[in-house]
């Protein structure tokens, strides 16, 4: 059964970093990609980036292009999501995918 | 404005048949899979079809999905109030190298 479990979530200043990160079980982590989707408040999903399996081939949409990276590692069933220069607009929950399978999400939240 | 097109909104009276539908075009849904979530308030996502058609275990087989062209549908039969709830497709566009969704549509039980 696949598990996902998003953390490192928080609140940070428009321009900061923060790298969120996902746990993955249940599934050959290292044979499928993954995607990072969010949601803010009262809208629908949006889309943020993807990686393939092998963590070569990676792309974002253009809201992130160039301030956010995915990055995974398969030695430790990992994905990750770092952030820079974060703006308001960025406010979200975070959402870790598989295709077939979401994790609870993770809220991050951009304010002074 | 979402890539995907749904209705923002959709209603039924128990035990009817209702009908969501996700307009694309031949970069997404025209070349590619097309899946369905479901959001219930306040929780994640869950995914009820994929593959325009495939339904995971535990999925009720009230829901069915379809593809035709550059559309694809979601059906559900037999409402129930339990499936008051948002609902989505999603698809990869091969011209914007990107997973494309719907704008949602949220469905009321009456």
């Known amino acids: 059964q696949v598990q996902l479990v998003e953390s490192g979530g928080g609140v940070v200043q428009p321009g900061g970093s923060l790298r969120v990160s996902c746990a993955a079980s249940?599934?050959?982590?290292?044979?499928?990609?993954m995607h990072w989707v969010r949601q803010a408040p009262g809208k629908g999903l949006e889309w943020v980036a993807f990686i393939r399996s092998d963590g070569i081939n990676k792309y974002y949409a253009d809201s992130v292009k160039g301030r956010f990276t995915i990055s995974r590692d398969n030695s430790k069933n990992r994905l990750y999501l770092q952030m820079n220069s974060l703006r308001a607009e960025d406010t979200a929950v975070y959402y870790c995918v598989k295709g077939d399978g979401w994790g609870q999400g993770t809220q991050v939240t951009v304010s002074s | 404005q979402s890539v995907l097109t749904q209705s923002p909104s959709a209603s039924g009276t128990p035990g009817q048949r209702v009908t969501i539908s996700c307009s694309g075009s031949?970069?997404?849904?025209?070349?590619?899979?097309v899946n369905w979530y479901q959001q219930l308030p306040g929780t994640a996502p869950k995914v009820l079809i994929y593959s325009n058609n495939e339904r995971p275990s535990g999925v009720p087989d009230r829901f069915s999905g379809s593809k035709s062209g550059t559309s694809a549908s979601l059906a559900i039969s037999g409402l129930q109030s339990v499936d008051e709830a948002d609902y989505y497709c999603a698809a990869w566009d091969d011209s914007l190298n990107g997973w494309v969704f719907g704008g949602g549509t949220k469905l009321t039980v009456l």
């Open positions: 031949r970069s997404n849904i025209g070349t590619n899979t």
């Open positions: 249940g599934f050959t982590f290292s044979t499928y990609g």
